[in-house]
Structure formats: structure tokens, C-alpha cells
């Protein structure tokens, strides 16, 4: 992490990670003790930030095959469906099993960050008291509640520990001993903590501060808003009033921090200066020249560069995304987009030229750099389209040759000021005050607006406006509901989210059959693609976690 010292050797706990029915029986390896550690509580803490980036890209901790490909944003991409064909299996919602080795790994990789954290904690309160110790127990509870919210996000139901769980315990807790509702108090209570124990600013980039775990704390009651409180079903029963009132009050919090919207969109996307800007709440930090061979850089997403600029051409956005950004008369069109079969719209969201490749346009604002059709892998398969946020201009020192992988060392934002006004807007149209959600909309839309100086080339294909009560629009609370689905949308397109967007709203069904009903027509491979109410909400189980349980661990509906 930038300023922040990364311990690669350090392994301070095995945690849930192995299938074997004999694990309890031996005595874990790379575990130390509290007195073992307790003089080195700050490299404990440094261990467990850099969990943060320790993945890889078929266990990749921005889980892009599972809230992106998985979605209506995008083609998992590659050379074709066997490649890495798990991912091909979520994109389509089909044969999906509980032996896929790609789970069971990011499961693993997820308990290992929170054995990390929980090991920090353990570090720190071994310590001597000193000043701030109750804040670095903060930064790490907001570590392990960051793994935790992915766990959930991904699995629903998973076995809860905390430092206060004794190891030879671990086996013994079932993934059903709390209820989604205690699941989802128990990551609040971490960024809770968080609020009152972390300083409202940080020295270091890339520590927690109090306004991160604010804005995840908001993010937290969001999704706990959503009661899907039946075991054998994952459909949305109710939404609550109280958690959305917390989304409401945590996320001003945030707004009336020290952070804002960038002036532009695409200043988020870049590398360099831009990074930490004032948008970025919290991101993954990366690095070169730390060294080590290639540097500390974005594994997880390397495969996003298109064949014309290295490897591999995967995450490719979908012609449903790119209809998405249409307008008519300034506004999204809601009915009736999806109708251009290759190509964009004559009038456009300014984002759509931030967030997509398109042929014949600067790649990366670079306007010496077009995309080319024949930067792609197969477009038999998977269309002309790359995805930009995560990648970076080729010319920049931070674009790292790994052949015959392409990396970079740009930083991954996590949280940042768009989401939390749009949480905080969601969170007020669920409540019936839809007409308090109107300037937050508006606000984000009118930096869309504004944020052209980067993409001038494309200022004839750009129409955008906002939302005029009485005006352009009836601002009423199922119009407000609608805008702000899409709102969400278009500024967060494939960051990864889409997808638990779906899943959370209770809409997941409608919307990804109603997507491959379209793109049957347009991809092949989706003639047989059928999502599956009460299963594809969630990914199953590992099996391999289930035996390492003794099978205590229940597996989710539907497998």
C-alpha cells in the first residue's frame, strides 16, 4: 500500500482453509500468539491491510465474475466459454456446482484476511496502552467488517469468528448460528466502532478513517434495510424503517465530511496525482518499485487489457450497458433502450465515454491511441467493447509488463462520495421522502454533466440533463425509485456492485431473464442461460468447506 509497509511473510492465522476432516486433530501451522505478537501489534495491522490486494485473478477480492459478468453489465470475455469456465457458468446462470474450486478459493482468501484482522485486534490489546490504541483496533475491526460484508454479499449465510473465538472453536460454528439480520448487526458493530474510535483523517494513504467507516457503516444498514429473513428463500419479505432512517444519518455524516465529488468522473479513474482525490473514501492501495520484481500492482483485474495492449480482453461490456447510457432529451430512456444491436445511441451519458472502450475512439483519452476492432480477442463471442475504469493508459510508468500479462499500479477505490449520495437517496425513496432524494440525484448527474473535458472528442454523441419536477419528469416516488436504479447504474457501472444492486432490490430474477431474452439474440451462448429464483442470488456453499465442517455448515437453497 502506498506509505503504508507491506509484510508479505507474515501469516498470523489459518483459518476455515482446509477440507480436511482431520484439521482440528493437528496442530495449526502459521499461527502465532498474542504474547508472540504483542510487540508487533503495527506489523499485525500492516498484515492485515495488505489482505486487501493479496488476490489474484481468478480469486479477485474486486469480485468482478461475481457483481459484473454475473450481471446485466457485461461478457465474462477471454478467448471463449472454457476460459476460466466458472465464470462463464455465473455469467450464464448455469451448471453451477459446489465443487468450483474458484469459490472455495475466495472463500479461503476472505477468512484469511479476517484471521489477519482478528489477529491485529488480538496484537493490539496484548500491547502496552498507548495513545491511539483504540484506533488501531478500529482500523483492523474495519478490515475484518469489509471481509465479513463480502462474505455476505457472496454467500448470504457464513460462520462468524472473532478474536474472541478460540481456535480449536473455529470447526465447531455453524454458517446458519446467526440469522441474516444478526449477520449483517454483527459487520455494523465493526464500522460502527469504526465511527466512534477512528480519527476524522488519516496521515498515511490508504488507512481507515472515521468517514470510511461511516460510509460503510451507511452501506450496511442499506443492505440490511432488505429483510430476507426466510432460510429457504432469498426473496425480499420487508424493508426496514430503522435501517434506512441509520443509512440516512451515517451517510450525512460523510457529506458533511471533508470529501466530495470530483469535478470530473474520469478523475477517478486515473492514475497518479489523481489517486486519494476527494471522492475516494477508501480504496486498495497499489505501488511499484517497492523492490520487489513487478511491484505491488492490480492482480486482480489485469485480465480486463485488451489483446491490442496485451492480455487477456476479459470483462467486456454488454450491449445492454452501452443502451443503457441512451438518452432522450437529457434523460435516461428507460423503456425501450436496449434496442441498438451494435454501436451507441446518437445522444449519450457522458459517463458511457468514461467507463467503455468503444472502436474508432481514444483509448484512455489518449488521442493518440485509438481502439481498433482487432483489439479484440473474440468478438465472435463477446462483441468490440473493453472495459476502462480499472485500466490505465499504456504510456503511463504505471502500466507493469508481466508477459505475458499487463498489470497496473492504480489504485481500486472501495467506497466512494457518488455511492453515499446515492445510498443516502435510496435510503429517503424507500422512507416515501422521494422529494429529498431529488438534489442528491441531481447532483450526481450534474457532475456527469460537467465532466467532458476529458472525453471533448466525443461532445457531439453527449446529451444529458437533469431531473425537472413538473418539468422533464413527475418526480413522484416510483419515478424517483426507477431514476435512482439507474442512477446507480451508470456512475457505478462495472465497479462491481451490479449485481448485489439486483440481488438486494429483490429484483434479480426480472431483470437478468429479461437481459437474456435480449442478448440471446446477439450471443449465441446465451440460448440456454436462465436465472433461477431462490438460487442464483447466491453463490453455494463450497463443498470443500462443508467436509472441512463435518458437515455442519448448511448449504444455501436452491443447490
Not at 148 to 168: C, M, R
Not at 215 to 225: G, N, V
Not at 500 to 526: H, I, P, S, T
Amino acid at each position: 500500500m502506498k506509505n503504508i509497509k507491506f509484510i508479505f511473510s507474515i501469516c498470523l492465522s489459518v483459518f476455515l482453509l482446509s477440507a480436511c476432516s482431520d484439521f482440528l486433530d493437528e496442530k495449526a501451522k502459521g499461527i502465532l500468539t498474542s504474547d508472540e505478537v504483542k510487540d508487533t501489534y503495527e506489523d499485525a495491522l500492516t498484515a492485515a491491510y495488505s489482505a486487501l490486494g493479496n488476490d489474484h485473478y481468478d480469486v479477485p477480492l474486486s469480485l468482478w465474475p461475481y457483481g459484473t459478468v454475473r450481471s446485466d453489465d457485461a461478457y465474462k470475455g477471454g478467448s471463449g466459454e472454457q476460459d476460466i469456465s466458472t465464470f462463464h457458468f455465473f455469467e450464464v446462470s448455469n451448471n453451477i456446482t459446489t465443487e468450483f474450486g474458484e469459490v472455495d478459493k475466495l472463500w479461503y482468501q476472505c477468512y484469511v484476511a479476517i484471521s489477519r484482522a482478528n489477529s491485529a485486534i488480538n496484537a493490539i490489546n496484548a500491547a502496552d496502552d498507548f495513545e491511539g490504541k483504540g484506533a488501531k483496533i478500529a482500523e483492523a475491526r474495519f478490515l475484518r467488517g469489509h471481509f465479513y460484508f463480502l462474505l455476505k454479499i457472496l454467500f448470504k449465510y457464513v460462520p462468524y469468528v472473532d478474536e474472541t473465538t478460540p481456535v480449536s472453536n473455529y470447526g465447531t460454528i455453524s454458517n446458519r448460528a446467526l440469522t441474516n439480520d444478526s449477520l449483517w448487526q454483527k459487520i455494523a458493530d465493526d464500522f460502527k466502532y469504526g465511527v466512534d474510535s477512528l480519527p476524522a483523517t488519516q496521515t498515511e494513504k490508504g488507512r481507515a478513517d472515521k468517514y470510511a467507516a461511516a460510509a460503510y457503516l451507511a452501506k450496511t444498514y442499506l443492505y440490511k434495510a432488505y429483510h430476507q429473513d426466510n432460510e429457504e428463500s432469498n426473496e425480499v419479505t420487508s424493508i426496514n424503517a430503522d435501517d434506512l432512517q441509520k443509512v440516512v444519518d451515517y451517510a450525512d455524516m460523510v457529506i458533511g465530511s471533508p470529501y466530495n465529488l470530483e469535478s470530473d468522473f474520469g478523475f477517478n479513474f486515473l492514475p497518479g496525482d489523481y489517486e486519494n482525490g476527494i471522492e475516494s473514501i477508501f480504496a486498495v492501495q497499489y505501488s511499484g518499485e517497492d523492490g520487489t520484481k513487478f511491484g505491488r500492482v492490480n492482480f486482480a483485474d489485469l485480465l480486463s487489457v485488451p489483446m491490442g495492449l496485451g492480455c487477456c480482453d476479459f470483462v467486456k461490456p454488454s450491449q445492454t450497458l452501452v443502451n443503457a447510457f441512451s438518452t432522450q432529451n437529457g434523460l435516461p430512456v428507460f423503456e425501450g433502450y436496449n434496442t441498438n444491436e451494435s454501436g451507441y445511441a446518437n445522444q449519450n451519458d457522458p459517463r458511457l465515454f468514461h467507463t467503455v472502450a468503444l472502436p474508432g475512439l481514444p483509448y484512455k483519452y489518449n488521442e493518440s491511441l485509438i481502439y481498433e476492432n482487432d483489439w479484440n480477442r473474440n468478438p465472435t463471442t463477446y462483441g468490440y467493447y473493453a472495459s476502462l475504469k480499472e485500466n490505465v493508459d499504456p504510456t503511463c510508468d504505471c502500466f507493469v509488463e508481466m508477459v505475458p500479462f499487463y498489470a497496473n499500479t492504480k489504485n481500486r477505490i472501495l467506497i466512494r462520495y457518488a455511492d453515499v449520495l446515492l445510498m443516502k437517496a435510496e435510503a429517503l425513496i424507500e422512507l416515501h421522502r422521494s422529494g429529498e432524494a431529488l438534489n442528491l440525484i441531481n447532483a450526481v448527474r450534474n457532475r456527469a454533466k460537467n465532466s467532458t473535458v476529458l472525453i471533448s472528442y466525443a461532445s457531439k454523441k453527449i446529451n444529458i440533463s437533469l431531473y425537472q419536477d413538473g418539468v422533464n419528469c413527475t418526480w413522484d416516488e416510483p419515478f424517483a425509485r426507477q431514476a435512482l436504479r439507474w442512477e446507480r447504474r451508470l456512475e457505478l457501472a462495472m465497479e462491481n456492485g451490479r449485481f448485489f444492486d439486483l440481488v438486494r432490490w429483490g429484483v434479480a430474477q426480472d431483470v437478468m431473464n429479461d437481459y437474456y431474452n435480449v442478448e440471446k439474440n446477439r450471443r449465441y451462448y446465451y440460448k440456454d442461460a436462465q436465472f433461477n429464483k431462490n438460487r442464483n442470488e447466491y453463490l453455494p456453499i463450497p463443498e470443500a468447506q462443508i467436509k472441512f465442517s463435518k458437515y455442519l455448515y448448511k448449504q444455501n437453497v436452491g443447490y
